[in-house]
């Protein structure tokens, strides 16, 4: 007898321990998500590189769609975790230049959609700084350079094929 109740307790350890180990999830707190459109410290963002979510007008030059701005150097256009338990994803959001009627204005399917491989053309509205986007995080692979307008943001340069919906870092330098 003693024995069956050895057996018993170590079964019942075993049982408890394997419906520890194989219990369904419990609810648990997310990991907190947040989305940033605007990495550009420049006054109203007037002198920024723009990402866009659409290609530019064929008369106009401009790309109208939602972008994201940033004067910094972005590795992974998905996003990065600043702690480890935080995510920032980078998306397209219109209305980020103030001062020009013509880039970023309109809201669109882009609106909100995260930047990595969804970018159809860019511009670089920064004064000294070159901007290029490459194909892969990191700063690797195939690459189009951005050369500075100054504020201008004038004209919208529509990736190249590789890149197309195809981007995931950008250097600036």
Known sequence: MRGSKTSFAIVSATGALGALLFAAPTATAATPTSY???????SGNKYCFA???NSRGEQTNYSSSPCFVANKKVPDHYGYS?????LVR?????AQISGTGATCVLSNDGDGK?????AASASNGECNAMNRIYVYSGYG?????FYPTCGDYW????????????NASHDRY
Do not use: E, M, W
């Not at 940033?36 to 420049?42: E, G, L, Y």
């Not at 995260?114 to 969804?118: D, L, M, T, V």
């Open 36 to 42: 940033v459109s605007d990495a550009c410290s420049s």
């Open 82 to 86: 600043p702690n480890g338990a935080a």
């Open 90 to 94: 980078y998306v397209f959001r219109p």
């Open 141 to 145: 692979g195939p690459s189009q350079a």
């Open 155 to 166: 004209p919208s340069d529509n990736l190249v094929t590789t890149l197309k919906n195809n």
């Open 51 to 53: 990402i866009h979510y």
């Open 114 to 118: 995260g930047i990595k491989n969804n």
